[in-house]
């Protein structure tokens, strides 16, 4: 067979397994059709697959076909994280400041500092931290890991849960678009090298620069010209921060978060984000799922996973129960909210990949990062559906 037989191939594996899990399995409630998609992934991977059925996956996942597989899987996490820029609200944020300041900060600041601690213990095992990272990066990275809530997914499962236009759910909203802006800021300290210091910084001026144009010929421009333009405004400027070293996904949050959400029709943004789940981000988790190890033993792999799961909830439950505290919540409010929050996912994987192309983490690390990242998320719904059941006034609270 040639190579676009055995492309086709891939895709239709990529496609047929998960959903077949999804919808035969009946798995909605604890795990949706994208957490499947990420558990395929890891199962088609080299772990998996690739230990059980060695010349069938030699066979399919040849270098050529994931080559062509990882370059759609790079547009569309690049579309995704775009999107997820495009759909920050930080005029609401700003308008509840101390509200949103307090929580956003506790919610963020005490799972990084849990997490911080985690990877401090797993520093004392060798094999966990990549090749060119320095300790700071590695703890920093590993700890911002278990702090990243996932805003697309949450929105998704706001959704579901029928509070995504309610009081509640725009407020969980702003918590989480500041944690978002704190995620992308933090993982560009990561990155930053500072032997070419030069370079990131002409970039950020020129960003500055090209953002104050783009904004001006985006407002002359009527919407069915804005959606060209702001994908070629994501073309150049994943490139320009590739190119300074800060990696191209920093560069399409920056694109997004610098596109302004009235410019376009929220049903249409809604319509775009689902068919980027549907089309082509499927691809992006199997191309996640090949970057997986287990060569230190499943077992040690596990255990690093629960380790990081544990400093992923609890930090986050803890600082949203401050958070309530000190804002005179009601009973329950908090507990909600903090489940909610702790979501991983996309984002959380997008940021593990990051760091695992720039070598701070390794196979190993980022294989427990995935583990970790899916079952928190598996954990929301179930969790969060009985509260919201027996605590439904809460849902209208606006602040």
Aim: hydrophobic share 60%; with cysteine.
């Amino acid at each position: 067979m040639n190579t676009s037989e055995i492309f086709l191939i891939a895709m239709a594996i990529i496609f047929t397994v998960p959903w077949l899990i999804w919808r035969l399995g009946n798995t909605d409630y604890y795990a949706p059709l994208v957490v499947v998609q990420i558990i395929a992934g890891i199962l088609l991977g080299p772990g998996i697959l690739g230990a059980v059925f060695p010349e069938y996956y030699a066979f399919v996942f040849r270098p050529p076909v994931i080559q062509s597989l990882n370059g759609i899987a790079w547009w569309a996490v690049m579309l995704f994280v775009m999107i997820a820029g495009v759909e920050l609200d930080l005029k609401k944020a700003w308008a509840y400041r101390r509200e949103s300041g307090i929580t956003a900060g506790l919610a963020l600041g005490t799972p990084l500092a849990f997490g911080c601690l985690a990877a401090l213990m797993m520093l004392t095992v060798d094999g966990w931290m990549g090749p060119k990272a320095m300790i700071w990066q590695f703890v920093l990275g590993v700890g911002m890991a278990c702090a990243v809530t996932a805003l697309p997914i949450l929105i998704l499962f706001m959704e579901k849960l029928d509070i995504l236009r309610q009081p509640m759910g725009q407020r969980i909203l702003r918590y989480a678009s500041l944690d978002d802006i704190a995620i992308w800021g933090v993982l560009a300290l990561i990155l930053m090298d500072w032997q070419r210091v030069g370079r990131q910084t002409a970039f950020l001026l020129a960003f500055a620069l090209a953002a104050w144009a783009y904004h001006r010929l985006m407002a002359a421009l009527q919407e069915r010209d804005r959606w060209y333009v702001v994908l070629i405004w994501l073309a150049v400027i994943a490139f320009a921060a590739d190119w300074a070293g800060l990696h191209f996904m920093v560069g399409a949050f920056l694109a997004g978060a610098s596109t302004e959400a009235e410019w376009f029709d929220q049903e249409t943004m809604d319509q775009l984000r689902q068919h980027v789940l549907l089309v082509v981000m499927p691809v992006f988790f199997l191309s996640t799922g090949l970057r997986t190890d287990w060569a230190m033993g499943g077992a040690a792999v596990f255990i690093a996973a629960a380790l990081l799961l544990a400093a992923s909830v609890v930090g986050k439950l803890v600082g949203v129960q401050l958070a309530g505290r000190i804002l005179r919540w009601a009973p329950g409010e908090a507990s909600i909210i903090g489940w909610l929050l702790q979501t991983k996912a996309l984002i959380m994987i997008i940021f593990a990949n990051i760091l695992l192309d720039k070598q701070i983490i390794t196979s190993e690390t980022f294989t427990a990062l995935l583990l970790m990242a899916v079952a928190s998320t598996m954990l929301t719904v179930p969790m969060v559906a009985p509260k919201l059941a027996r605590l439904k006034a809460l849902i209208t609270r606006s602040e």
